[in-house]
Structures are given as structure tokens and as C-alpha cells.
T-cell receptor, first 114, second 117 residues
Framework: DTEVTQTPKHLVMGMTNKKSLKCEQHMGHRAMYWYKQKAKKPPELMFVYSYEKLSINESVPSRFSPECPNSSLLNLHLHALQPEDSALYLC?????????????FGPGTRLTVT | AQSVTQLDSHVSVSEGTPVLLRCNYSSSYSPSLFWYVQHPNKGLQLLLKYTSAATLVKGINGFEAEFKKSETSFHLTKPSAHMSDAAEYFCVVSESAGGTSYGKLTFGQGTILTVHP
């Protein structure tokens, strides 16, 4: 099973709301990632978790807060977002955080901030 | 530092004709190279990967790519296009060892493939 699942598929939120995106994998992978993808652009890395510890934060604004409760789950908590944060948010996982290992992507959450 | 250049932003082919999507890369260290496909409003699906084994890599759905170190290229090909191949394709490089980009993926800007009946 090479599936990464993400919920919800779509999310509309106001600028004062708090919401969370969820990601799950059962492949035994020890690295998990959050990406942001704007229309007609490649994904941009936001965060990397390796063995449940935050390894990389690509200077993401604090209104995005990642959490890795266990090796299978990854959350992204959202608060006080701006309309420019509207995008497709992709979760991915890989066997480890090493370039040889391919990343498996989830279907994404389409976020609209109003 | 690593970088990827996809030489065509759009490629248009007729169904049943060959597909060629071009990718050049730059990497200071031993690179791993990947091709991903993304259908509209979907996540990315891995087509194939090169990690210093055979230079001709076969992937899913009849796609293959050849790693040419002397040309720093990793072009994606398919002998016969199908309507379902219409999507966006990303060439991706990752450094396997060393470097400041260790473990991170660097994406090309993408090539949109259109398949005409």
C-alpha cells in the first residue's frame, strides 16, 4: 500500500478561523512533509519531519503550525490565514529523509481563504 | 546547489504518437532524479526514479527515462501517447549525499502535456 491520505479534500475558511489539515500514511515511513502548491506552479516545501521531529521549516509564517503526533500522522494547524494562503496543500512521506528515497504524495487539500 | 530545467512548458502530441519531455539538471553531488505526474486537482504520482543504478529507467504506464551524465539530462519518453497521459509532468532532483539541499526535492517548473485525438 503506497497511499497517503489527506483530509479534508476541500476547506473554505475565514481569516479569523482556526482549522487543521490532516495527513496519514501506513507505509512505515519515517519522514513526512508539507508542501504548498499555487496554480500553475510546482510544489514548495514548507516543513519536514524526520522521526517525528521537525527537521526543516522553510521560513513559513507562524500562522501555519505543524504537528506530528506519531509516525503515521501529520497535522497542519491553520490560524489567521490571509487570502494569499489559498492553495493546494500536499502532504508527502518517504522511507527516510534522504535523497534516494522517493516521496509519496497525498491527493491534497484545496484551501480557500475568504 | 541543485537545479532543474524543464525545457518545454507545453508539449502537444496526437494520440498514438511518441512523447518526449525534456529535463536538464544541475547537481554538485550524486543526484537522484524523479519524474512525477499530476492530473488536474490531484496529488503527484511517481512515474519513475533514477538512483545510480541502470541509466535507462522504466516506469509506470509505459514511460521511461534515460540518465545521461555527460549531457546532464533526464528526458522522459513514451512510444505511444494515450489520452489519459494528458497532465502536468515534473522533473525532480534530489541530492543523495552532502550539499545544503540534502534530502530536499527541487522541482522543475513543469511541462503540461496535451494529447489530441
Amino acid at each position: 500500500d503506497t497511499e497517503v491520505t489527506q483530509t479534508p479534500k476541500h476547506l473554505v475558511m475565514g481569516m479569523t478561523n482556526k482549522k487543521s489539515l490532516k495527513c496519514e500514511q501506513h507505509m512505515g515511513h519515517r519522514a513526512m512533509y508539507w508542501y504548498k502548491q499555487k496554480a500553475k506552479k510546482p510544489p514548495e516545501l514548507m516543513f519536514v519531519y524526520s522521526y517525528e521531529k521537525l527537521s526543516i521549516n522553510e521560513s513559513v509564517p507562524s500562522r501555519f503550525s505543524p504537528e506530528c503526533p506519531n509516525s503515521s500522522l501529520l497535522n497542519l494547524h491553520l490560524h489567521a490565514l490571509q487570502p494569499e494562503d489559498s492553495a493546494l496543500y500536499l502532504c508527502a512521506s518517504s522511507q527516510a529523509f534522504w535523497g534516494r528515497y522517493e516521496q509519496y504524495f497525498g491527493p491534497g487539500t484545496r484551501l480557500t481563504v475568504t | 546547489a541543485q537545479s532543474v530545467t524543464q525545457l518545454d512548458s507545453h508539449v502537444s502530441v496526437s494520440e498514438g504518437t511518441p512523447v518526449l519531455l525534456r529535463c536538464n539538471y544541475s547537481s554538485s553531488y550524486s543526484p537522484s532524479l524523479f519524474w512525477y505526474v499530476q492530473h488536474p486537482n490531484k496529488g503527484l504520482q511517481l512515474l519513475l526514479k533514477y538512483t545510480s543504478a541502470a541509466t535507462l529507467v522504466k516506469g509506470i504506464n509505459g514511460f521511461e527515462a534515460e540518465f545521461k551524465k555527460s549531457e546532464t539530462s533526464f528526458h522522459l519518453t513514451k512510444p505511444s501517447a494515450h489520452m489519459s497521459d494528458a497532465a502536468e509532468y515534473f522533473c525532480v532532483v534530489s541530492e543523495s549525499a552532502g550539499g545544503t539541499s540534502y534530502g530536499k526535492l527541487t522541482f522543475g517548473q513543469g511541462t503540461i502535456l496535451t494529447v489530441h485525438p
